[in-house]
């Protein structure tokens, strides 16, 4: 069972916008800054947004995120299927001293 | 353009030691900006971070892990490496190296392609 809590998955159209969250604690991520990654199968995962809502150099502006209190969301708009991955949320958890990640979440692309 | 590639065996005996090494090119390892780390994927499950080194060989570890980790660099060779002893199945996953910020404990903004290490006899 993970620290930060995801959904285990979520679905939209190609074009939709889908948006999923992260929840945490005060000793994780209300304290912390939030990233982001995008695993697509096969490969390594990247780093899609950090501290909270900064973009990496080469990620597409369809790409959000965004933190309030103890919980953090990605937002993705205009869906394509090759964004179809899992997605984590990563943070610092000063109680436990660790990097502690979601469980993950299976976008899925209809 | 900075590149990480792991390598070692891809399969290891219960109770004897994983060893793993991380080769970074495109970029100095001894960079004050980096840490350089671990995390780990077992199969079917999500990302765990394993542990952190800095260039100077400041190290923080994952609690649960500590007594059975070593994580070292050469900086001379850019690179670093992990020694995980006693292993057992639950240590079979994909290895990934990263390069972390010094700033920003969670940000990895280079990954190895990963390894998969398998623990059987």
């Known amino acids: 069972q993970s620290v930060l809590t995801q959904p285990p998955s979520v679905s939209a159209a190609p074009g939709q916008k889908v948006t999923i969250s992260c929840s945490g604690s005060?000793?994780?991520?209300?304290?912390?800054?939030v990233s982001w990654y995008q695993h697509l199968p096969g490969t390594a995962p990247k780093l899609l947004i950090y501290?909270?809502?900064k973009r990496p150099s080469g990620i597409p502006d369809r790409f959000s995120g965004s933190k309030s209190g103890t919980s953090a969301t990605l937002g993705i708009t205009g869906l394509q299927t090759g964004d179809e991955a899992d997605y984590y949320c990563?943070?610092?958890?000063?109680?436990?001293?660790?990097?502690?990640f979601g469980g993950g979440t299976k976008l899925t692309v209809l | 353009q900075v590149q990480l590639q792991e390598s070692g065996p891809g399969l290891v005996k219960p109770s004897e030691t994983l060893s793993l090494t991380c080769t970074v090119s495109?970029?100095?390892?001894?960079?004050?900006?980096?840490?350089w780390g671990w995390i780990r994927q077992p199969p079917g499950k999500g990302l765990a971070w394993i542990g952190t080194?800095?260039?100077?060989?400041?190290?923080y570890y994952k609690p649960s892990l500590r007594s059975r980790l070593t994580i070292s660099v050469d900086t001379s060779k850019n690179q670093f490496s992990l020694k995980l002893s006693s292993v057992t199945a639950a240590d079979t996953a994909l290895y990934y190296c990263?390069?972390?910020?010094?700033?920003?404990?969670?940000?990895?903004?280079?990954w190895g392609h990963g390894t998969l290490v398998t623990v059987s006899s």
């Open positions: 990263v390069r972390q910020s010094s700033l920003r404990r969670a940000n990895f903004d280079y």
């Open positions: 495109g970029g100095a390892i001894s960079s004050s900006s980096y840490y």
């Open positions: 080194i800095y260039y100077n060989g400041s190290t």
């Open positions: 005060s000793s994780n991520i209300g304290n912390n800054y």
């Open positions: 501290d909270n809502n």
């Open positions: 990563g943070t610092w958890s000063i109680s436990l001293s660790v990097v502690v």
